[in-house]
């Protein structure tokens, strides 16, 4: 596997909404967090490209749920993060933490002139 780079903000939200729904983080799961923690609509294919690629790098893993007649005979597939995903949203937070540091006068202020 070739190294990581640093996640992207989308990365990052989706690998916190994961965390957040805990055994029950499945696609539409996902969404749904994210939808009522940011108030940002979200398009369905872009949630899951974006968990494809995260397991694709190892930050999370599924696993697929037994199929039902209510899902037209389709599993569901449930995520779960890794600890190198772990790792890598702590790197993310830690980095947005780094940069807001010294800025509390100016962000308080609510303008940047």
């Given at each position: 596997?070739?190294p990581l780079?640093?996640?992207?903000?989308?990365?990052?939200?989706?690998?916190?909404?994961?965390?957040?729904?805990?055994?029950?983080?499945?696609?539409?799961?996902?969404?749904?967090?994210?939808?009522?923690?940011?108030?940002?609509?979200?398009?369905?294919?872009?949630?899951?490209?974006?968990?494809?690629?995260?397991?694709?790098?190892?930050?999370?893993?599924?696993?697929?749920?037994?199929?039902?007649?209510?899902?037209?005979?389709?599993?569901?597939?449930?995520?779960?993060?890794?600890?190198?995903?772990?790792?890598?949203?702590?790197?993310?937070?830690?980095?947005?933490?780094?940069?807001?540091a010294?800025?509390?006068?100016?962000?308080?202020?609510?303008?940047?002139?």
């Amino acid at each position: 596997m070739a190294p990581l780079g640093p996640l992207g903000e989308f990365e990052a939200i989706v690998v916190m909404a994961v965390l957040h729904l805990g055994e029950a983080a499945a696609g539409t799961a996902v969404r749904e967090e994210i939808a009522r923690r940011t108030g940002r609509a979200v398009a369905r294919g872009a949630v899951y490209v974006t968990l494809d690629r995260l397991e694709a790098k190892g930050l999370l893993l599924s696993r697929l749920d037994k199929a039902t007649p209510e899902r037209g005979g389709h599993p569901r597939r449930f995520f779960k993060v890794t600890t190198l995903g772990l790792k890598q949203v702590r790197h993310a937070l830690a980095t947005v933490e780094r940069m807001r540091a010294g800025l509390e006068p100016l962000l308080a202020r609510g303008d940047h002139s």
